[in-house]
Nanobody
């Protein structure tokens, strides 16, 4: 299992950014996959998870309406579209999965077993 995150960068407050996670070693048709983030001095938190077998999404309240997780099964890639970004969204963003877990909620609230390397998102003027 390999997860390669990309697309991070510097964006102004109120701006948008899309990060990508290219998956290999498995296909996006059964396990849940999600995005997590960790800011300096803070605990890691889940920002969205996707059940790939039925494309049902889960979001915690603090990102609802701003973040959208999606997948392109032909490319075996998962995306996180982030809109209306604030400085509080600044963090390293990781994609993660657990091949034994198909529930988006359980993945977001559990401990994924496989992680990508992370991509830095900085929101600043």
């Amino acid at each position: 299992v390999q997860l390669q995150a990309s697309g991070g960068g510097l964006v102004q407050p109120g701006g948008s950014l899309r990060v990508s996670c290219a998956a290999s070693g498995f296909t996006l048709n059964r396990p849940a996959i999600g995005w997590f983030r960790q800011a300096p001095g803070k605990e890691r938190e889940a920002v969205s998870c996707l059940s790939t077998w039925n494309d049902i999404t889960y979001y915690p309240d603090f990102v609802k309406g701003r973040f959208t997780i999606s997948s392109d099964k032909a490319k075996n890639t998962v995306y996180l579209q982030m809109n209306n970004l604030t400085p509080e969204d600044t963090a390293v963003y990781y994609c993660a999965t657990d091949l034994a877990q198909s529930s988006n909620y359980a993945l977001c609230h559990g401990r994924p077993t496989d992680w990508g390397q992370g991509t830095q998102v900085t929101v600043s003027s």
